[in-house]
């Protein structure tokens, strides 16, 4: 399978701990971008990374929340002193660099308990 | 600020039927238009998408239909198939017409009966 890939699909965990996901884009693709999705609204864009760097973040990115893109290959999303508003679906999509199509992975869901 | 809006929340279609969904929107710095269709426990995947130098784009069974000036766009999903149910996002972006920073409508389930 040569799609988005997400780990884990699914995370529990409860309220102040912390948590990482791993995204690995499809190979040839220079931009990577992480969305929200919450139950019964559409994504919604956090930032994005061009190669290694990352360009924008959305002021929904509190400070809790950190990403990487070590050597522009995989990324990884962590949300420390998680809160029950962080329960949501965390989508990971990546495009060519003037790409008109985003491949979305599956997506990892969050529950904080 | 809810940039995309989209309507309806659901829809309901007879098979064979036509499923219609709008979206409005409020940027006009906005400069590419998808349309993402999502199974449940996938995620989004691209089903058309349009520019707004054209009025019409049609792939298949799937029809865009835009007005520039009225900042209105809509899917037509013509002889609807229980298949095509799923939850369709609309979605603009601003970045020369690429598929960066999408900002997304709140989504329309779409059930095709039988």
């Known amino acids: 399978d040569t799609g988005v890939s997400q780990n884990p699909r699914h995370k529990i965990t409860k309220r102040g701990q912390n948590v990482t996901f791993r995204c690995d884009p499809i190979?040839?693709?220079?931009?990577l971008y992480w969305y929200r999705q919450t139950l019964g609204q559409g994504p919604e864009f956090l930032t994005y990374?061009?190669?290694?760097?990352?360009?924008?973040k959305s002021r929904l990115l509190s400070d809790r929340f950190s990403a990487e893109r070590p050597k522009g290959s995989f990324s990884t999303l962590e949300i420390q002193r998680t809160e029950q508003g962080d329960s949501a679906m965390y989508l990971c999509?990546?495009?060519?660099?003037?790409?008109?199509?985003?491949?979305f992975g599956q997506g990892t869901r969050l529950t904080v308990v | 600020q809810q940039q995309v809006k989209q309507s309806p929340q659901s829809l309901i279609v007879q098979k064979g039927g036509i499923s219609i969904i709008n979206c409005a929107y409020e940027?006009?710095?906005?400069?590419?238009f998808p349309w993402y269709q999502q199974f449940p426990g996938k995620g989004p995947a691209l089903l058309i998408a349009?520019?707004?130098?054209?009025s019409e784009k049609k792939e298949g069974r799937f029809t865009i239909s835009f007005n520039k000036s009225a900042k209105q766009f809509s899917l037509h999903i013509m002889d609807s198939q229980p298949g095509d149910s799923a939850t369709y996002f609309c979605a603009a972006s601003a970045r020369g017409g690429t598929a960066s920073k999408l900002t997304f409508g709140t989504g329309t389930r779409l059930q095709v009966t039988l």
């Open positions: 190979s040839e693709h220079n931009r």
């Open positions: 940027n006009t710095a906005f400069d590419y």
């Open positions: 999509a990546s495009s060519l660099l003037r790409g008109v199509e985003a491949f």
């Open positions: 990374f061009q190669n290694e760097a990352q360009l924008e």
């Open positions: 349009i520019r707004p130098d054209v």
